[in-house]
Each structure stands twice: as structure tokens, then as C-alpha cells.
């Protein structure tokens, strides 16, 4: 899905699930809900994330094709533990829920992800097309979401 979407439903799991984290240090953990939605898509070319990047999203890209390594689960567990092993437990969470919300989204539509990516090319896809109409109904969902929890 777009960016906007990608980081709208970030938005919205962290404002359900932001409590789970230890308290003080709200910003921080926001952030990192944040740019896990939109890490994945580093292995694309044409995202945003990917086009903040620099270097790194262009040698990302010459390494990978869009939607596999970088939309695995497989990776993103390997990911995880390998980050909580240096960094704080939550810290490695708050990065991996934006993950979950990512991979959500992706695979909602029509191009789908393989989750199990490299060991099996099963992909989990739905009807949206990306940045078409459904999408953009999703989109004006997750404001209305949004704006309803923060009340
Ligand atoms: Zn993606």
C-alpha cells in the first residue's frame, strides 16, 4: 500500500497498542512504531521511505526485489531478536508491531506478500488495489479510527 496508509495504520496501532510499552518514553516508542510501518518498503524504488534512504535504499534494492526479504516474517523475527539482543526487549517490539501493521496492510491486496519468504512462496493477498478507490476508503477509515481513539 502507499506510504500515507503504511504510516496512518502505524498511527492507529500504536495509539491501541502503545500502552504495552513501558511508560515515559511515549515519543520514542511512536517513532519506532512508526518507521517499522515503513521499513519494509525500503526494497521498493519508488517508495518514499526508500527515496529518504540514499544509498541505502538504492544498494537495498540492488540486493532484493520488492515484497520478499525485507516483507518476510521469517526476516523480521530474525530482526527482532537480533535488535533485542543488543537494544531493550521493547524497543525491538515497537519496531516489529509497525512491522505487523505493514504486513496487514500489504496483504490486503490484489499483489499480496510472502510472508514465508524464502522458504515457501505462498502469499497472503485481498482485493485492494494499490492507491485505488478501496484504498483510499481504507485511508479515510483509519482517520475516522484515529481520531475516535484519541477521544
Ligand atoms: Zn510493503
Given at each position: 500500500m502507499l506510504f500515507h496508509t503504511h504510516i496512518l495504520l502505524g498511527i492507529l496501532f500504536f495509539l491501541l497498542l502503545g500502552r504495552l510499552f513501558p511508560p515515559g518514553h511515549d515519543l520514542l516508542f511512536f517513532l519506532?512504531?512508526?518507521?517499522?510501518?515503513?521499513l519494509p518498503d525500503l526494497?521498493?524504488?519508488?517508495?518514499?521511505?526508500?527515496?529518504?534512504?540514499?544509498?541505502?535504499?538504492?544498494?537495498?534494492?540492488?540486493?532484493?526485489?520488492?515484497?520478499g526479504l525485507l516483507h518476510s516474517f521469517f526476516f523480521h523475527s530474525f530482526l527482532f531478536f537480533l535488535i533485542s539482543f543488543f537494544f531493550p526487549f521493547s524497543y525491538a517490539?515497537?519496531?516489529?508491531?509497525?512491522?505487523?501493521?505493514?504486513?496487514?496492510?500489504d496483504g490486503l491486496t490484489v499483489q499480496g506478500v510472502q510472508l514465508f519468504?524464502?522458504?515457501?512462496?505462498?502469499?497472503?493477498?485481498?482485493?485492494v488495489r494499490v492507491g485505488g478507490l478501496m484504498e483510499e476508503i481504507i485511508l479515510l477509515v483509519l482517520v475516522f479510527l484515529i481520531i475516535e481513539s484519541l477521544f
Open positions: 519506532l512504531v512508526l518507521l517499522g510501518s515503513v526494497d521498493s524504488q519508488y517508495s518514499q521511505i526508500n527515496q529518504w534512504s540514499g544509498v541505502i535504499g538504492k544498494i537495498i534494492t540492488f540486493f532484493t526485489k520488492h515484497r517490539s515497537a519496531l516489529f508491531l509497525g512491522y505487523l501493521a505493514h504486513i496487514l496492510a519468504y524464502p522458504f515457501s512462496s505462498y502469499k497472503t493477498r485481498g482485493p
